[in-house]
Protein backbone atom coordinates (compact mmCIF):
# COMPACT_ATOMS: atom_id res chain seq x y z
CA UNK A 1 0.00 0.00 0.00
CA UNK A 2 1.50 3.33 -1.17
CA UNK A 3 1.71 5.82 1.60
CA UNK A 4 2.85 9.00 1.58
CA UNK A 5 3.40 11.35 5.00
CA UNK A 6 3.91 15.09 4.40
CA UNK A 7 5.71 16.95 7.81
CA UNK A 8 7.44 20.92 7.98
CA UNK A 9 3.95 22.68 8.32
CA UNK A 10 3.51 25.41 10.20
CA UNK A 11 2.99 29.23 11.29
CA UNK A 12 5.51 31.92 10.12
CA UNK A 13 5.88 35.51 9.66
CA UNK A 14 5.89 36.73 6.38
CA UNK A 15 9.90 36.32 4.56
CA UNK A 16 10.37 33.90 6.80
CA UNK A 17 11.42 30.37 5.81
CA UNK A 18 10.34 26.44 5.99
CA UNK A 19 11.17 23.06 4.69
CA UNK A 20 8.62 20.32 3.87
CA UNK A 21 9.12 16.96 3.68
CA UNK A 22 7.46 14.03 2.57
CA UNK A 23 8.01 10.41 3.68
CA UNK A 24 7.14 7.67 1.00
CA UNK A 25 6.61 3.75 1.89
CA UNK A 26 5.17 0.72 -0.11
CA UNK A 27 6.36 1.93 -4.10
CA UNK A 28 9.93 1.56 -4.99
CA UNK A 29 9.78 5.30 -4.76
CA UNK A 30 13.17 5.97 -7.41
CA UNK A 31 10.97 5.31 -10.06
CA UNK A 32 8.61 7.48 -9.52
CA UNK A 33 8.10 11.30 -10.17
CA UNK A 34 7.21 13.45 -7.16
CA UNK A 35 5.32 16.92 -7.03
CA UNK A 36 3.96 19.42 -4.91
CA UNK A 37 0.97 20.96 -4.74
CA UNK A 38 -1.46 23.44 -2.29
CA UNK A 39 -4.95 24.10 -1.35
CA UNK A 40 -5.64 27.81 -0.22
CA UNK A 41 -9.40 27.79 1.29
CA UNK A 42 -12.01 28.30 -0.90
CA UNK A 43 -9.80 27.28 -3.82
CA UNK A 44 -8.70 24.95 -6.14
CA UNK A 45 -5.66 22.92 -5.54
CA UNK A 46 -2.85 24.13 -7.86
CA UNK A 47 0.57 23.13 -8.80
CA UNK A 48 3.44 24.10 -6.27
CA UNK A 49 7.11 22.09 -7.95
CA UNK A 50 7.41 18.65 -9.65
CA UNK A 51 10.72 16.83 -9.94
CA UNK A 52 11.55 13.43 -11.92
CA UNK A 53 12.81 10.39 -10.86
CA UNK A 54 16.37 11.22 -11.42
CA UNK A 55 16.27 15.23 -10.34
CA UNK A 56 17.23 16.38 -13.67
CA UNK A 57 13.99 17.96 -14.41
CA UNK A 58 12.23 19.72 -12.13
CA UNK A 59 9.03 22.40 -12.60
CA UNK A 60 7.62 25.13 -10.32
CA UNK A 61 4.75 27.47 -10.62
CA UNK A 62 5.56 30.93 -11.61
CA UNK A 63 4.34 32.13 -8.24
CA UNK A 64 7.21 30.28 -6.54
CA UNK A 65 9.71 30.20 -8.95
CA UNK A 66 13.07 31.87 -7.56
CA UNK A 67 11.41 30.95 -3.81
CA UNK A 68 10.54 27.52 -3.23
CA UNK A 69 13.13 24.57 -4.02
CA UNK A 70 12.21 20.54 -4.44
CA UNK A 71 14.54 17.99 -4.20
CA UNK A 72 14.25 14.61 -3.67
CA UNK A 73 16.47 11.45 -1.50
CA UNK A 74 15.95 8.43 -3.22
CA UNK A 75 17.53 6.51 -0.81
CA UNK A 76 15.84 7.85 2.32
CA UNK A 77 12.49 7.93 0.04
CA UNK A 78 11.61 11.79 0.36
CA UNK A 79 10.78 14.55 -1.07
CA UNK A 80 11.29 17.84 -0.33
CA UNK A 81 9.99 21.27 -0.43
CA UNK A 82 11.88 24.15 0.87
CA UNK A 83 10.38 27.47 1.09
CA UNK A 84 12.23 30.97 1.54
CA UNK A 85 11.05 34.59 1.29
CA UNK A 86 7.24 33.42 1.92
CA UNK A 87 4.06 35.54 1.49
CA UNK A 88 0.87 35.42 3.13
CA UNK A 89 -0.85 34.30 -0.09
CA UNK A 90 1.69 31.02 0.36
CA UNK A 91 -0.89 30.32 3.07
CA UNK A 92 -1.85 26.94 1.82
CA UNK A 93 -2.52 23.31 2.79
CA UNK A 94 0.23 21.54 0.98
CA UNK A 95 0.15 17.85 -0.78
CA UNK A 96 2.77 15.79 -2.10
CA UNK A 97 1.68 13.45 -5.01
CA UNK A 98 4.10 10.84 -6.83
CA UNK A 99 3.41 9.67 -10.35
CA UNK A 100 4.14 6.01 -11.69
CA UNK A 101 3.96 7.27 -15.24
CA UNK A 102 7.65 9.09 -14.41
CA UNK A 103 6.29 12.63 -16.43
CA UNK A 104 6.96 15.21 -14.11
CA UNK A 105 3.10 16.52 -14.69
CA UNK A 106 1.61 20.01 -13.52
CA UNK A 107 -1.86 18.88 -13.35
CA UNK A 108 -3.24 16.83 -10.39
CA UNK A 109 -4.68 14.19 -12.87
CA UNK A 110 -0.66 13.17 -13.78
CA UNK A 111 -0.71 11.58 -10.39
CA UNK A 112 -1.75 8.99 -9.11
CA UNK A 113 -1.13 8.49 -5.03
CA UNK A 114 -1.07 11.41 -2.92
CA UNK A 115 -0.47 12.29 1.40
CA UNK A 116 -2.66 13.90 3.24
CA UNK A 117 -1.47 16.85 3.50
CA UNK A 118 -0.14 19.57 6.00
CA UNK A 119 -0.77 23.10 6.62
CA UNK A 120 1.13 26.63 6.42
CA UNK A 121 0.35 29.73 7.51
CA UNK A 122 1.95 32.28 6.76
CA UNK A 123 1.03 35.90 8.97
CA UNK A 124 1.85 39.14 7.44
Known amino acids: QVRLVESGGGVVQAGNSLKLSCAASGLTFRLYAAAWFRQAPGKEREFVAA????????KYADSVKGRFTISRDNINNKVHLAMDSLKPEDTAVYFC?????????????????WGRGTQVAVSS
Open 97 to 113: AVSGSGATGTTRGAYSH
Open 51 to 58: ISWNSDIT
